[in-house]
Nanobody
Framework: QLQLVESGGGLVQPGGSLRLSCAAS????????IGWFRQGPGKEREGVSC????????MYADSVKDRVTISRDKAKNMVYLQMNSLKPEDTGIYYC????????????????????WGQGTQVTVSP
């Protein structure tokens, strides 16, 4: 099982940027694809982005495409989510999650398929 700790959330004005970080430990990082999910007030948890085990492929939800970039640093056991042009509807708790996958298998950010979760970091987009 992979232990995950998110950081980097905060309060930002619309149009601003944040970079979220996910630190992984406890198991070989290279075995895992990593995903980012969020849960807004009164909403269900939704997938934002995920990156394959080898970093060769990534997917993005339509709601964040062209505004968000996911990346992973193999040497540091870290995954990042760079978010630009933030909107109030991006407000929520952001979680990173992990699942064991084949090296080149493409990930799908559906929460029910991801067994390991962090505690989340709050992102608030407000004037």
């Amino acid at each position: 099982q992979l232990q995950l700790v998110e950081s980097g959330g905060g309060l930002v004005q619309p149009g601003g940027s944040l970079r979220l970080s996910c630190a992984a430990s406890g198991s070989p990082f290279d075995y895992y694809a990593i995903g980012w999910f969020r849960q807004g007030p009164g909403k269900e948890r939704e997938g934002v982005s995920c990156i394959s085990r080898n970093g060769g492929s990534a997917m993005y939800a339509d709601s964040v495409k062209d505004r968000v970039t996911i990346s992973r640093d193999k040497a540091k056991n870290m995954v990042y989510l760079q978010m630009n042009s933030l909107k109030p509807e991006d407000t929520g708790i952001y979680y990173c999650a992990a699942r064991v996958m084949a090296a080149t298998e493409e990930c799908v950010a559906l929460a029910r398929f991801w067994p390991d979760w962090g505690q989340g970091t709050q992102v608030t987009v407000s004037p």
